[in-house]
């Protein structure tokens, strides 16, 4: 099997996606098979340096394995000294896992780490990157126009056979796909940030996906080590159909005067055992991404009070307060 990884053009989620890579060529048990996965960015400024670097850095998940997959992995950028650095910054991580395993064994630990750069290539061609696999698995921008650009063009570029997949966490597979003439080879793939702790994979098939291409997603989550649930292309599937409208309830408690944020996330801390109360996790996430997903559910279904705007998000997002990464939102941050 070939896979083809469309890396994202936010940051966070390219630290995240060069996890998962290195899960699909350092995880041993898996599969016996021969596997190339394509990592590649339409312009030079997707993948900068600096991200690629430090999103090496997050490439010890699933470090378990001690021994070489035989999967290989293309990285493939317009920018040569981008992927140079790439390349460097995967030696380095593969290093610290050899710390780690191969403590008393340093010549294995060499050993491992030839076997795995062997497996390693670059190339400047995504067209070719495409041509010559049979996932191609998206996680950019939360974009709908952007993703079936991309899926418009990649269909013209990859094989019959190929699969399509989208990391998309609340726009409609079905949206995405319809750009596309391989609906029956088209599904979802929501991977959970942080994705090396994260187990869960959220596999969507719409009503045209195939059974047979459904059950692909399926095993190329498990052969990932990570732990598969079902759903179908309904808004923001499992987790997030459930979360978001938690969420939100919290913030109109707050609005309404019935309690502070404070004592909001503490009493969902001790009363329902949570590892972060509702403010905390919005913050986290990102108070954009939350208004984001509420405006694409609420012009899907305006008449559900589920998906009612908040006021207060609103004017945070407003005045750029989108929780830790700008280092205010209802919290603030150093």
């Known amino acids: ?28 048990e898996l599969q016996q098979t021969n596997t190339c996965i394509t990592l590649f960015a339409p312009t030079s400024t997707s993948l900068t340096s600096c991200g690629c670097i430090l999103s090496c850095r997050e490439l010890i998940s699933f470090w378990k394995v001690a021994a070489s997959t035989g999967h290989s992995v293309t990285l493939v950028d317009t920018n040569d000294d981008i992927l140079k650095k790439s390349v460097k910054g995967i030696e380095g991580s593969l290093k610290r896992v050899v710390k780690k395993k191969y403590a008393d064994k340093p010549e294995a630990g060499e050993e491992f780490i030839q076997k795995v750069l062997q497996n390693v290539s670059t190339s400047t061609d995504a067209g070719s990157a ?18 079936q650009d991309l899926f418009g063009r990649l269909d013209k570029l990859a094989p019959p056979h190929t699969i399509f997949a989208s990391n998309t966490s609340s726009l409609p597979i079905s949206d995405i796909a319809s750009s596309t003439n391989r609906l029956d080879r088209f599904g979802g793939l929501h991977f959970f940030n942080p994705v090396p702790m994260m187990k869960l994979v959220e596999v969507i098939g719409t009503s ?35 979360l978001v409208p938690y969420i939100m309830e919290a913030i109109r408690l707050y609005e309404r005067g019935h309690g ?19 403010f905390e996790l919005s913050d986290y996430v990102g108070l954009d991404t939350m208004k984001f997903i509420m405006d694409g559910w609420s012009a899907k279904d305006p008449h559900n009070p589920l998906f009612a705007p908040s006021e207060l998000l609103n004017k945070l997002v407003a005045e750029g307060k989108y929780g830790k990464k700008t280092g205010e939102g209802f919290y603030k941050y150093k």
Do not use: H
């Open 260 to 278: 502070s944020k404070e004592d909001i996330d503490i009493a969902m801390k001790l009363g329902a055992g949570y590892p972060m109360g509702p």
């Open 130 to 147: 495409a041509q010559s696999s049979d996932l191609v698995l998206e996680a950019i921008v939360e974009n709908l126009k952007i993703k």
């Open 1 to 28: 099997m070939q896979l083809c990884y469309k890396v994202s053009e936010d940051f966070k989620d390219r630290q995240q996606w060069l996890s998962l890579l290195s899960a699909a060529i350092t995880q041993k």
């Open 208 to 242: 045209a996906t195939s059974q047979d291409t459904f059950d692909s997603l399926l095993n190329f989550s498990k052969m990932l080590g990570k732990t598969p649930v079902s759903c179908k292309d309904t808004p923001g599937f499992i987790v997030n159909r459930l």
